[in-house]
């Protein structure tokens, strides 16, 4: 009995891991400080930058000093049309 409860547990344990892996292993991709750059030389006064679902997130400081947030397409960084 205690035999199967640790196989199930075990097995379980793994399932759950290897889900996982795929997904983690999919965010190591994004380069923030490299997308914060190519925005800048765009002329893009962008101070940070994040994945967000299918978009880049970027923190843009406007003419008046605000801070807004901005969706770009993550492969040509162009604004995103949502």
């Given at each position: ?32 400080d490299?997308?914060l ?23 843009v ?22």
């Amino acid at each position: 009995m205690i035999k199967n409860s640790v196989i199930a547990l075990v097995t379980a344990t793994t399932l759950i891991a290897g889900a996982t892996m795929p997904a983690m292993a999919a965010t190591t991709d994004f380069d923030s400080d490299y997308v914060l750059a190519q925005l800048q030389q765009q002329g893009v006064p962008a101070t940070a930058v994040e994945e967000w679902g299918d978009y880049v997130r970027a923190f843009v400081v406007g003419a008046d000093g605000t801070e807004t947030m901005q969706l770009f397409t993550p492969v040509t960084l162009t604004p995103a049309n949502i």
